[in-house]
Protein backbone atom coordinates (compact mmCIF):
# COMPACT_ATOMS: atom_id res chain seq x y z
CA UNK A 1 0.00 0.00 0.00
CA UNK A 2 2.89 1.80 0.64
CA UNK A 3 5.89 2.98 -2.19
CA UNK A 4 8.90 4.88 -1.52
CA UNK A 5 10.98 6.28 -4.10
CA UNK A 6 13.69 8.72 -4.52
CA UNK A 7 16.78 7.77 -2.24
CA UNK A 8 20.20 7.75 -3.39
CA UNK A 9 23.81 8.80 -3.06
CA UNK A 10 24.98 12.23 -2.37
CA UNK A 11 27.67 14.63 -1.33
CA UNK A 12 27.58 16.07 2.06
CA UNK A 13 25.71 19.53 1.55
CA UNK A 14 23.52 17.91 -1.35
CA UNK A 15 19.57 17.54 -1.36
CA UNK A 16 17.52 14.90 -2.21
CA UNK A 17 13.63 13.95 -2.45
CA UNK A 18 11.93 11.08 -1.17
CA UNK A 19 8.45 10.18 -2.31
CA UNK A 20 5.96 7.79 -1.19
CA UNK A 21 2.56 6.86 -2.38
CA UNK A 22 -0.08 5.22 -0.47
CA UNK A 23 -3.45 3.44 -2.04
CA UNK A 24 -6.18 2.16 -0.73
CA UNK A 25 -7.08 3.78 1.49
CA UNK A 26 -6.82 7.93 2.44
CA UNK A 27 -4.36 8.65 5.14
CA UNK A 28 -4.53 11.71 7.85
CA UNK A 29 -1.28 11.27 9.68
CA UNK A 30 1.95 10.46 6.93
CA UNK A 31 5.57 9.97 8.09
CA UNK A 32 9.01 9.09 7.67
CA UNK A 33 11.59 7.40 9.64
CA UNK A 34 14.75 6.26 8.99
CA UNK A 35 17.38 3.16 10.35
CA UNK A 36 20.87 3.42 10.58
CA UNK A 37 23.06 -0.08 10.64
CA UNK A 38 23.27 -1.25 14.33
CA UNK A 39 20.51 1.91 15.49
CA UNK A 40 16.87 1.48 16.45
CA UNK A 41 14.32 3.00 13.70
CA UNK A 42 14.19 6.72 14.58
CA UNK A 43 11.16 9.44 13.74
CA UNK A 44 12.06 12.00 11.08
CA UNK A 45 9.26 13.71 10.36
CA UNK A 46 5.19 13.40 9.90
CA UNK A 47 2.29 15.63 8.26
CA UNK A 48 -1.48 15.24 9.25
CA UNK A 49 -3.80 15.99 7.05
CA UNK A 50 -5.86 17.22 9.98
CA UNK A 51 -4.55 20.60 10.39
CA UNK A 52 -1.78 21.15 12.58
CA UNK A 53 1.77 22.19 11.72
CA UNK A 54 4.50 19.66 10.97
CA UNK A 55 6.75 18.04 13.56
CA UNK A 56 9.98 17.04 12.75
CA UNK A 57 12.92 15.72 14.66
CA UNK A 58 15.25 18.37 16.03
CA UNK A 59 18.29 17.02 13.95
CA UNK A 60 16.52 17.43 10.53
CA UNK A 61 14.65 21.21 11.75
CA UNK A 62 15.77 23.79 9.29
CA UNK A 63 16.83 21.38 6.65
CA UNK A 64 14.19 18.73 5.64
CA UNK A 65 10.42 19.43 4.91
CA UNK A 66 7.67 17.58 4.67
CA UNK A 67 4.83 17.53 2.75
CA UNK A 68 1.44 16.18 1.04
CA UNK A 69 -0.16 15.94 -2.25
CA UNK A 70 -3.44 15.05 -0.69
CA UNK A 71 -5.21 14.29 -4.62
CA UNK A 72 -2.42 12.27 -4.84
CA UNK A 73 -2.66 11.02 -1.62
CA UNK A 74 1.40 10.82 -1.40
CA UNK A 75 3.87 12.52 0.94
CA UNK A 76 7.33 13.53 -0.17
CA UNK A 77 10.22 14.52 2.38
CA UNK A 78 12.33 17.55 0.55
CA UNK A 79 16.47 17.12 2.47
CA UNK A 80 18.91 19.73 1.67
CA UNK A 81 22.25 20.30 3.16
CA UNK A 82 22.91 16.52 3.97
CA UNK A 83 24.97 15.17 6.20
CA UNK A 84 26.72 11.80 6.64
CA UNK A 85 24.68 11.49 9.39
CA UNK A 86 21.42 11.12 7.45
CA UNK A 87 22.36 8.08 5.89
CA UNK A 88 20.15 5.43 6.88
CA UNK A 89 17.48 3.73 5.11
CA UNK A 90 14.50 5.87 5.25
CA UNK A 91 10.63 4.35 5.69
CA UNK A 92 7.35 5.94 4.75
CA UNK A 93 4.30 4.76 7.14
CA UNK A 94 1.12 6.46 7.87
CA UNK A 95 -1.20 5.78 10.74
CA UNK A 96 -4.84 3.88 11.00
CA UNK A 97 -7.01 5.32 8.18
CA UNK A 98 -8.88 7.31 10.73
CA UNK A 99 -6.31 8.90 12.63
CA UNK A 100 -5.28 12.36 12.42
CA UNK A 101 -2.98 13.19 15.59
CA UNK A 102 0.93 12.56 14.47
CA UNK A 103 2.75 10.33 16.71
CA UNK A 104 6.83 9.96 16.50
CA UNK A 105 6.71 6.43 17.82
CA UNK A 106 7.20 3.63 14.91
CA UNK A 107 4.57 1.42 16.91
CA UNK A 108 1.87 4.24 16.82
CA UNK A 109 2.18 3.26 12.50
CA UNK A 110 0.47 0.68 10.95
CA UNK A 111 1.61 0.58 7.67
CA UNK A 112 5.37 0.53 6.67
CA UNK A 113 6.80 1.26 2.83
CA UNK A 114 9.49 -1.19 1.94
CA UNK A 115 12.62 1.12 2.67
CA UNK A 116 14.78 3.59 0.24
CA UNK A 117 18.80 3.91 0.86
CA UNK A 118 19.95 7.37 1.56
CA UNK A 119 23.81 7.29 1.55
CA UNK A 120 25.52 10.76 2.10
CA UNK A 121 29.51 10.30 1.54
CA UNK A 122 31.52 13.46 3.13
Known amino acids: QLQASGGGLVQAGGSLRLSCAASGHIFYVMGWFRQAPGKEREFVAAISWGGGAPVYTDSVKGRFTISRDGAKNTVYLQMNSLKPEDTAVYYC???????????????????WGQGTQVTVSS
Open 93 to 111: AVRGPSISVISTTPRSYNY
